[in-house]
T-cell receptor, first 113, second 114 residues
Framework: AQSVSQHNHHVILSEAASLELGCNYS??????LFWYVQYPGQHLQLLLK????DPLVKGIKGFEAEFIKSKFSFNLRKPSVQWSDTAEYFC???????????WGLGTSLAVNP | NAGVTQTPKFQVLKTGQSMTLQCAQD?????MYWYRQDPGMGLRLIYY???????DKGEVPNGYNVSRLNKREFSLRLESAAPSQTSVYFC?????????????FGQGTRLTVV
């Protein structure tokens, strides 16, 4: 069965530290990849997405992610986090033309000022 | 442009009561979804509707029913609420596009069953 794995469940960083959140998926065919963010008490919002082309994609608020096909990975990065980045981050994969997104369990990020 | 609108935002039910969560989108999206979110368990799909007139079970459909009333509206019904259904419920919609379209989420309904 298709699945998405997010390696870090809880991450605590200080402001200005660099961030990398791991996401791996299990599906051998064409995938479309997404990272969503959920700020405390709010709904999920799209950070960035990858469909094809340049495997390094840039999203909102200084986030970027790199698709490495050989590793089945789509890791999220930010060079310097801010307190306002405190949130939960979800990786999601759409396998082929499937109508459903497969979700990781999420990573909770706390940034200390 | 409201996007995805869910009502109510908060609800407390007694065990055995019924209720319907409403969801409407104004983006002309074909697909709509109901998820529940519980601590440490991520988003779990309850039901989805790939297009008007169709509905399918997701990972955790037991205890729920859905109705795709028209292209805009997709409601979730709890016929006899149980404490295990205490959760935050999110409705989402997506347009067509061979799996490339993003999902747009409503603000969520925080449901407590006592």
């Amino acid at each position: 069965a298709q699945s998405v794995s997010q390696h870090n469940h809880h991450v605590i960083l200080s402001e200005a530290a660099s961030l990398e959140l791991g996401c791996n998926y299990s599906y051998g065919g064409t995938v479309n990849l997404f990272w969503y963010v959920q700020y405390p008490g709010q709904h999920l919002q799209l950070l960035l997405k990858y469909f094809s082309g340049d495997p390094l994609v840039k999203g909102i608020k200084g986030f970027e992610a790199e698709f490495i096909k050989s590793k089945f990975s789509f890791n999220l990065r930010k060079p310097s986090v801010q307190w306002s980045d405190t949130a939960e981050y979800f990786c999601a994969v759409n396998a082929g033309n499937n109508r459903k997104l497969i979700w990781g369990l999420g990573t909770s990020l706390a940034v200390n000022p | 442009n409201a996007g995805v609108t869910q009502t109510p935002k908060f609800q407390v039910l007694k065990t055995g009561q019924s209720m319907t969560l409403q969801c409407a989108q104004d983006m002309n999206h074909n697909s709509m979804y109901w998820y529940r979110q519980d601590p440490g368990m991520g988003l779990r799909l309850i039901y989805y509707s790939a297009s008007e007139g169709t509905t399918d079970k997701g990972e955790v459909p037991n205890g729920y029913n859905v109705s795709r009333l028209n292209k805009r509206e997709f409601s979730l019904r709890l016929e006899s609420a149980a404490p295990s259904q205490t959760s935050v419920y999110f409705c989402a919609s997506r347009g067509v596009g061979q799996g490339r379209t993003e999902a747009f989420f409503g603000q969520g309904t925080r449901l407590t069953v006592v």
